[in-house]
């Protein structure tokens, strides 16, 4: 569900709270909807070990954006 896009991350801090040993994190996000001009979205998610060096500022993050709510949105960890 939702639009797809990418987003470069432009800022992670970690919460304190781990989910099946995964930290979740506050997530920074600067995202690229096809046709819209760039915007800032904040998030918090869990990242899975296997996926934390995606998590740094500056690198680039398939997301899901919900249409409803562009601010509405989730990290595909797994997407190339």
Known sequence: EGTIAVATGTSVEQTGAMINFAPACEIGLLVMVPGQP?????????VPAVYAAR?????????????NDPT?????????
Not at 72 to 80: H, K
């Open 38 to 46: 760039p915007f800032p979205v904040t998030c918090t998610e869990v």
């Open 55 to 67: 998590a740094l500022p500056g690198q680039h993050v398939a997301v899901r954006v919900m249409t």
């Open 72 to 80: 509405d949105l989730y990290i595909d960890w797994a997407a190339a």
